[in-house]
């Protein structure tokens, strides 16, 4: 007879398809990562304003040298030509190994041909380079420049059109501080019919106050209240994702295929010793006492 599965059991089950994403992490902080997280692990770089495409593309070579997958942002519009995307799919492709990649409009008006992630999609160069899987946008809270009837459109042409170019698709989304809207926006989908595997952004251990600005750039500021309820005044210490891996954790096939997508605010280091000792089980007993005290 089986024993019964626990809360632990779910947390650790849960968070062991984890994915991590980090902001130009020094050459320091990758060696740091690879005595903390296994061969193979998912590290996905965004693509910052100071940074040139082809330094992202120095980057994941990088991270593949250090034996992990670099997943590295694609901001459409900043995207000056079809030929500088070719670049720098050669690059990714050919230097990093890279067979995915996350494409995003990217907030700012368009420099070039690519209005969007979809343009990018239908394009068919990410085909010629060897990528095989896209990862799209997803908003839980819902875009605060776009209407969410707009957003499920977007959603549902991306899928369409990267299945019809034999890319492989999954929707990494906006972190939240709200449990109970994420749980809720994934169980839409699924009704919907849309099963694309959901990597679900949350943000790392990170300090009140990081958490804060982050929130108010990102649109996400009125989820926060849900983060901090039951926060004792002044407390100055790192919170992690603990209530929104115990939703999620606890509500099992009605979420379908997703898994935490770690958006490393408070440092990349301590937030792959966090999601490494979760996937674990190193931390997940005691991570489920306090779920439910």
């Known amino acids: 007879m089986l024993s019964p599965v626990g809360p632990a059991d779910r947390i650790a089950a849960f968070a062991r398809g984890f994915s991590l994403e980090a902001t130009r992490p020094s050459a320091a902080e990758i060696g740091e990562v690879a005595g903390i997280l296994g061969r193979g692990s998912q590290i996905y770089l965004s693509a910052v304003p100071s940074q040139s495409l082809r330094q992202l593309a120095e980057l994941a070579a990088a991270v593949r040298r250090a034996g992990f997958e670099p997943v590295a942002h694609l901001p459409a519009r900043r995207l000056t030509s079809a030929a500088e995307l070719a670049d720098f799919l ?95 926006w994934l169980k839409r989908l699924r009704t919907a019919g849309i099963d694309a595997p959901v990597k679900v952004g949350m943000a790392g251990p990170t300090s009140i106050p990081a958490l804060l600005r982050y929130a108010k750039r990102c649109g996400v500021g009125a989820s926060i209240r849900g983060l901090l309820s039951g926060t004792p005044a002044g407390l100055f210490g790192h919170v992690g994702p603990d209530r929104i891996i115990d939703a999620l954790a606890a509500a099992g096939d009605d979420i379908g295929n997703a898994m935490p997508h770690y958006f490393s605010f408070g440092g990349v280091v301590e937030t792959a010793r966090y999601a490494q000792d979760l996937a674990t089980g190193r931390s997940a007993e005691r991570h489920a006492r306090i779920g439910s005290n």
Do not use: C, W
Not at 103 to 114: K, L, S, T, W
Not at 115 to 144: C, F, S, W
Not at 146 to 154: C, D, F, L, M, V
């Open 90 to 184: 050669s690059r990714v492709a050919g230097e990093a190994g890279m067979r995915q990649l996350l494409v995003i409009a990217g907030d700012r008006e368009p420099a070039g041909p690519f209005q969007d992630a979809l343009a990018v999609i239908r394009d068919g160069a990410l085909q010629k380079a060897g990528i095989e899987e896209v990862g799209v946008a997803g908003y839980p809270e819902n875009h605060h420049h776009i209407a969410p009837g707009k957003i499920e459109t977007a959603l549902r042409d991306k899928i369409a059109t990267a299945a019809a170019g034999g890319l492989r698709l999954h929707i990494v989304s906006q972190f939240s501080f709200a449990p109970e809207k994420i749980v809720a």
